[in-house]
């Protein structure tokens, strides 16, 4: 199985438990920009606790979970993971935040063929401010090169304005400003 096997996976399994969810990070980046090679997948899910130990029984031998991790995580909204043991793959799921972005970008996600299948992704606005986002928390260059990317592929497509609001919001109107600046 490889690392793109153990992801569809693992996405099959949280539709048929009913879970809702949306790839972000550099799964949703590669979608949306320039691919890069990536060692994990982030995964923003949406649960009900039954659906949840639905999921985790499903999973098998396959994967590794701390299932009272993933508990604590549905309970507090924050992550927990899954590594497919053969490939050492880590998937990273994200119980959704309880914010103004978090709720707006998950009503955003939109479907798109991956991996022969339609899945659940972030759109290209809410990936690159998620990952403007990340770049402040942890002053990392990938993740604003990963935006940088997204924005030129998308170009005239992309919501200026509603980039611009959210950047307000999670306060990267500079990295906003920089990014926009660079397409013109």
């Given at each position: 199985?490889?690392?793109?096997?153990?992801?569809?996976?693992?996405?099959?399994?949280?539709?048929?438990?009913?879970?809702?969810?949306?790839?972000?990070?550099?799964?949703?980046?590669?979608?949306?920009?320039?691919?890069?090679?990536?060692?994990?997948?982030?995964?923003?899910?949406?649960?009900?606790?039954?659906?949840?130990?639905?999921?985790?029984?499903?999973?098998?031998?396959?994967?590794?979970?701390?299932?009272?991790?993933?508990?604590?995580?549905?309970?507090?909204?924050?992550?927990?993971?899954?590594?497919?043991?053969?490939?050492?793959?880590?998937?990273?799921?994200?119980?959704?935040?309880?914010?103004?972005?978090?709720?707006?970008?998950?009503?955003?996600?939109?479907?798109?063929?991956?991996?022969?299948?339609?899945?659940?992704?972030?759109?290209?606005?809410?990936?690159?401010?998620?990952?403007?986002?990340?770049?402040?928390?942890?002053?990392?260059?990938?993740?604003?090169?990963?935006?940088?990317?997204?924005?030129?592929?998308?170009g005239g497509r992309l919501d200026t304005d509603y980039l611009r609001k959210?950047?307000?919001?999670?306060?990267?109107?500079?990295?906003?400003?920089?990014?926009?600046?660079?397409?013109?």
């Open positions: 199985m490889t690392s793109e096997d153990s992801l569809q996976f693992v996405l099959a399994k949280l539709d048929q438990h009913d879970i809702h969810y949306m790839v972000t990070g550099s799964f949703a980046s590669n979608v949306h920009g320039v691919p890069r090679t990536t060692y994990d997948a982030d995964i923003v899910i949406e649960t009900s606790q039954r659906s949840l130990e639905g999921f985790l029984q499903s999973l098998g031998e396959d994967f590794y979970v701390d299932p009272e991790t993933a508990r604590e995580a549905r309970a507090n909204r924050t992550m927990f993971n899954l590594i497919h043991l053969e490939t050492g793959f880590k998937v990273d799921l994200i119980v959704k935040k309880d914010r103004p972005f978090s709720q707006q970008e998950f009503s955003r996600r939109e479907k798109i063929p991956f991996l022969g299948q339609p899945c659940w992704f972030a759109t290209a606005e809410d990936v690159i401010l998620a990952k403007l986002e990340w770049s402040k928390q942890s002053d990392s260059e990938k993740q604003f090169l990963d935006a940088m990317n997204i924005a030129k592929v998308q959210w950047a307000r919001e999670l306060g990267v109107q500079e990295p906003i400003k920089k990014l926009l600046q660079e397409l013109v």
